[in-house]
């Protein structure tokens, strides 16, 4: 699919280009627990992604106006996945300048794109992203711990990355002291992805981080 050709002749051009690392804040304090639900933490399609003509549809909604920001939201991730990362920038940028500052779409379109860059390689932007979407929750979001470990465990970032992953095992030790749980507990994952937070889960199992 040529979402260039199909999108850019509509696309609202916002003055500069999106930088990632332009949400980056300081890492949140961690919690003892994460029971919270998050309905954030979901992506984001006006359309199923197997409908024919996806683009040409998803283009007719922005167009109307009818479900415009999951549609500019999901063109964004086709962009992505196409590998025409400023494209899918611009649509991101778009579909948050339309949304207010702090509310619950903003946190899940910022959740959204973390996900697009963490799978283009970029787990610095998805960790900057994740941790805004996640300071932004008024409880304690149940998605952060496994989450925000994987990004630092892909960055280096091991011993943060082990802290994040305890809080997890904190949480509910049944279901996260075992990757055997992975594709139940975490069904949107990639299979890499899960096979990576299976060595965090692995180097936490050989020294468990003590809390506080």
Known sequence: ??????????????????????????????????????????????????????????????????????????????????????????????ALASVSENSLQSRSIRWNQGWDLYRQGDAEGALALWTQAASGTRGNASWAPPTLALALWALGRRDEALQWYAAAVRTEPEQWNTPARFPQLLPLWKDEERARLAEVQQAWAADPPAWP
């Open 1 to 94: 699919m040529q979402v260039i050709r199909c999108v850019a002749g509509g696309l609202l051009l916002l003055a500069g280009l999106f930088c990632s690392t332009a949400w980056a804040q300081g890492m949140p304090k961690i919690a003892e627990f994460y029971f919270d639900d998050d309905t954030a933490a979901r992506p984001i399609q006006a359309l199923p992604p197997e409908q024919p003509g996806l683009v040409d549809q998803l283009m007719k909604l922005r167009e109307r106006g009818r479900k415009g920001v999951d549609a500019t939201v999901q063109l964004a991730g086709i962009a992505y996945a196409e590998g025409r990362g400023e494209l899918a920038a611009k649509l991101y940028q778009e």
